[in-house]
């Protein structure tokens, strides 16, 4: 009986550790820009674009992504019959237009000013700003009117109310690949120790 229970909860075990890895394996495969395999993320902070400044890279040259599902929406008021981008959704009476950025949807920069950098995740000339004002390191939506985790920004010529997925439009930030700056050198010497002798 012992022998039975024993290989119950190892089979338990081993099913729980191959389910668990698997979830962790797909929490970074679902964005439309994902290579196959494991990918390492890391936040786009100051530190970090204060280390690329001083080495002289450039940021316009970093494929960025966003980590959270945002959503922007607009009223369109007297707009009924024009779309610029995005669909027409109609609610409570009303003609919304709604755009949706994916988690993970690949972006360029295209301005940078200060601490500020302006990604367009769309074509040219559509960006949204995101900032690491004062005590934030990370990289966040640049935002006005702030209210019950939702924020307006100007995109496209338009003001547009942006919500997030996960709750909070101020949780989601940049991020970027971790490449192979960051990964050890499989070449380095490897120091031994020194024994007393």
């Known amino acids: 009986?012992?022998?039975?229970?024993?290989?119950?909860?190892?089979?338990?075990?081993?099913?729980?550790?191959?389910?668990?890895?698997?979830?962790?394996r797909k929490a970074f495969a679902t964005g439309p820009d994902m290579d196959k395999g494991d990918t390492t993320w890391i936040s786009f902070t100051k530190s970090l674009k204060q280390r690329l400044e001083h080495d002289n890279i450039d940021v316009s040259k970093i494929q960025f992504y966003i980590d959270q599902k945002l959503t922007l929406r607009r009223t369109m008021g007297s707009e009924k019959g024009k779309v610029q981008s995005g669909v027409i959704i109609f609610d409570n009476g009303q003609y919304i237009n709604e755009l949706v950025i994916p988690a993970y949807t690949p972006g360029v920069c295209e301005h940078v000013s200060g601490d500020a950098l302006k990604i367009s995740f769309d074509v040219?000339?559509?960006?949204?700003?995101f900032s690491a004002m004062y005590n934030n390191n990370n990289f966040i939506l640049t935002g006005t009117n702030?209210?019950?985790?939702?924020?307006?920004?100007?995109?496209?010529?338009?003001?547009?109310q942006v919500s997030c997925e996960c709750g909070n439009a101020a949780e989601a930030k940049l991020v970027v690949r971790r490449n192979q700056v960051?990964?050890?050198?499989?070449?380095?010497?490897?120091?031994a120790g020194r024994k007393v002798n």
């Open 182 to 191: 960051y990964k050890k050198d499989n070449n380095a010497k490897v120091v």
């Open 1 to 24: 009986m012992k022998k039975i229970v024993l290989l119950s909860l190892a089979s338990l075990s081993l099913f729980v550790c191959l389910f668990c890895s698997s979830c962790h």
């Open 146 to 160: 702030w209210h019950n985790g939702t924020t307006e920004i100007e995109y496209d010529n338009q003001t547009y």
């Open 124 to 129: 040219a000339g559509k960006t949204i700003e």
